[in-house]
């Protein structure tokens, strides 16, 4: 049975996520793998993660911008760190992911989207960067919106879990922040996270799937 998987900001530690996906036995070929954002900046190894991320492209999975991407989308190659052509091969790929998608029952963006606009509407920095208006609003749209971009401990819950708000999943579980990394099985319900500090420990939480909103509690 495909499966459909779900990760956000990365910032860094590529080989984590290449931890938990072998750990997971996640099969490209047959399940779908969507990354929300945020592979670049705070962590060890920005470059080494987008190159990862551009693999796991090529293989089937679909990444989305996050905030930290535009920041290297309108730099020189030479601010972000690279020589002319790295920079802008990184640039080019970058520029090429989209802001959201949706996919079944759920609307996969970085930040959030903001209340009374359409989603054709919405601004790139509305998509990437939207905190409070987002995270307070009720129940926006009838899939559940699985986002990133702001730490779940910012949201009033522990570094390790995820949150849920009205048909909203945070699953930031603080990778820069120097928390965890995790990655989340939309379709048995099932999250598991890798300490940034302690990487040979994967928690693994069942979570409950609920009615036809797919929402996980």
């Given at each position: 049975?495909?499966?459909?998987y779900a990760v956000s900001d990365i910032h860094g530690y590529g080989y ?202």
């Amino acid at each position: 049975m495909s499966q459909v998987y779900a990760v956000s900001d990365i910032h860094g530690y590529g080989y984590l996520l290449e931890i938990l996906l072998q750990h997971v036995h996640y099969q490209p070929e047959a399940d779908r793998l969507f990354l929300l954002g945020d592979y670049v900046n705070k962590g060890p190894d920005s470059a080494g993660t987008l190159d990862y991320v551009k693999e796991l492209c090529y293989a089937g999975a679909v990444a989305l911008q996050g905030n930290n991407e535009r920041k290297w989308l309108h730099q020189l190659p030479e601010q972000a760190g690279f020589v002319a052509p790295q920079g802008l091969q990184y640039q080019q790929f970058i520029a090429a992911m989209p802001l959201w998608i949706e996919h079944d029952k759920y609307l996969f963006v970085h930040a959030g989207i903001r209340p009374d606009i359409p989603l054709h509407a919405q601004k790139p920095e509305d998509l990437t960067e939207i905190r409070e208006p987002f995270h307070q609003s009720p129940r926006l749209m009838d899939k559940t919106i699985v986002f990133g971009h702001t730490s779940t401990f910012r949201l009033g819950v522990q570094p390790h879990q995820l949150w849920f708000g009205d048909g909203k999943l945070g699953i930031d579980t603080g990778a820069g922040h120097g928390y965890y990394l995790s990655l989340v099985n939309l379709t048995s319900g099932i999250h598991w996270s890798i300490s940034v500090t302690r990487p040979e420990n994967i928690t693994c939480r069942k979570l409950r799937i609920t009615g036809a909103s797919g929402l996980a509690k």
